[in-house]
């Protein structure tokens, strides 16, 4: 059986599934269904030291939606749209202290751990709310660099709006850095025009480590009525997000080799090893958790651990950083690989001219019954073996 323990920012995890800063996590209780689950982790719905943020998510709104902009109506498609509003954490950050030692003390008794997520409004507030969750007992901070909301509230000078700005996302990460001893993580926004420069400001200011990333600000439209979902713009992300998400991980990985905790675009294990494969140590599940419930963790976790057992993986360090590691270092290094040219397999073609129509390099024609290859206009691009129904396409090198 594979070991799926994993070092994190000097934390050992039992496994690297952890629950994300969302609903699931906004009370002790919610906490504690997390590591029955299996969880190795979870990270408590934002802590914060602003009324609107709070009043925000007692406003939540949720459109679920498949891949024709419709609402799902019960079933969960695999690249579902998840469009909603919330804040943070309802309960103020002075009141979760006797829950942060509660949920805190339940997690140690189950080999797992309790994440605090911040979210203030001055500089002064990010760091006596992170030492208040330090004096509860909790190992590691999250800082809420990504919440996408506060672009369309000017009472919130938060989120995304700190996470776009390298400089002013440093500022804050060396007050919280300065004022707490434990690891100190930051929770990246995709609307930043960089991300990896985001995290190398961030690393450099104490930053132990990212996670990539939260959610896009999204406009989805009902056709049907002519008007906007849940009344306008709202956080949008979703399995779908996933290579966007990657991405970042990837060049992250790459260039930082900062520890990674994956977010945004986990449906189920197969995603997990993904990320894995791609430089994240752990990964933060949210949303698949509002659609399938809190039972759903364990099935990502088992889906990870047979994995590992069929592929014959001793443990996830086997895999870790994996697919980042192959990659062509940049498009200009493409130029200097071998040249590849189509071949077609006559005994498998059956004529259905798939290939030809997607062929746009003049390198393949249709014959009397079968495909024609010209492999001197051939340049490799891989399409015509994508469309082909009948893997009737392979490739060879050219001379």
């Avoid at 504690?32 to 602003?50: F, N, R």
């Avoid at 103020?92 to 509660?102: R, S, V």
């Avoid at 493409?334 to 001219?353: D, M, P, R, S």
Wanted: one cysteine or more.
């Amino acid at each position: 059986m594979a070991d799926l323990g994993v070092e994190f920012c000097g934390l050992k995890f039992k496994n690297p599934v952890v629950v994300a800063s969302i609903e699931p996590t906004n009370s002790a209780e919610r906490l504690k269904k997390c590591i029955d689950a299996g969880a190795a982790g979870a990270v408590v719905k934002t802590l914060t030291d602003m009324p609107i943020m709070a009043t925000l998510t007692g406003h939540s709104k949720y459109a679920i939606l498949n891949e024709h902009g419709q609402i799902i109506r019960g079933k969960v498609p695999r690249n579902y749209v998840f469009y909603s509003r919330s804040g943070y954490s309802s309960t103020t950050y002075q009141e979760w202290e006797p829950y942060l030692k509660e949920a805190q003390a339940y997690a140690e008794k189950n080999d797992a751990h309790i994440i605090a997520s911040v979210g203030a409004g001055s500089l002064e507030t990010w760091a006596a709310i992170a030492k208040m969750a330090e004096d509860c007992g909790i190992m590691m901070i999250e800082l809420n660099f990504g919440c996408p909301h506060p672009t369309q509230m000017k009472e919130a000078r938060t989120g995304v709006l700190i996470g776009q700005v390298p400089e002013i996302a440093a500022e804050v990460v060396e007050r919280v850095v300065d004022a707490v001893k434990i690891p100190v993580m930051v929770k990246l926004t995709p609307e930043a025009s960089n991300l990896t420069e985001v995290a190398r400001s961030v690393k450099d200011a104490g930053a132990a480590a990212v996670t990539v990333n939260n959610r896009f600000t999204g406009f989805a439209v009902n056709i049907e009525t002519g008007t906007p979902y849940i009344n306008g713009p709202a956080g949008v992300g979703g399995p779908w997000i996933k290579y966007v998400t990657l991405r970042w991980v990837h060049e992250i990985y790459s260039k930082l080799r900062m520890p990674i905790a994956g977010s945004n675009g986990i449906f189920d294990w197969h995603d997990a090893v993904e990320f894995i494969m791609c430089g994240a140590r752990i990964m933060q599940i949210g949303s698949v958790l509002m659609l399938k419930g809190y039972e759903w963790l364990n099935k990502v976790i088992k889906g990870i651990e047979d994995f590992l057992d069929q592929h014959g993986y001793p443990d996830l360090q086997a895999i870790y950083g994996m697919a980042s590691k192959k990659a062509t270092a940049s498009y200009n290094d493409l130029f200097q690989v071998k040249g590849i040219h189509a071949v077609i397999n006559e005994e498998k073609c059956t004529g259905c001219w798939n290939c030809v129509r997607s062929c746009f390099y003049d390198a393949l024609s249709k014959g009397d019954e079968k495909v024609v290859t010209h492999s001197d206009r051939c340049i490799g691009c891989e399409l015509c073996f994508n469309v082909c129904p009948f893997n009737a396409v392979t490739f060879a090198e050219n001379d």
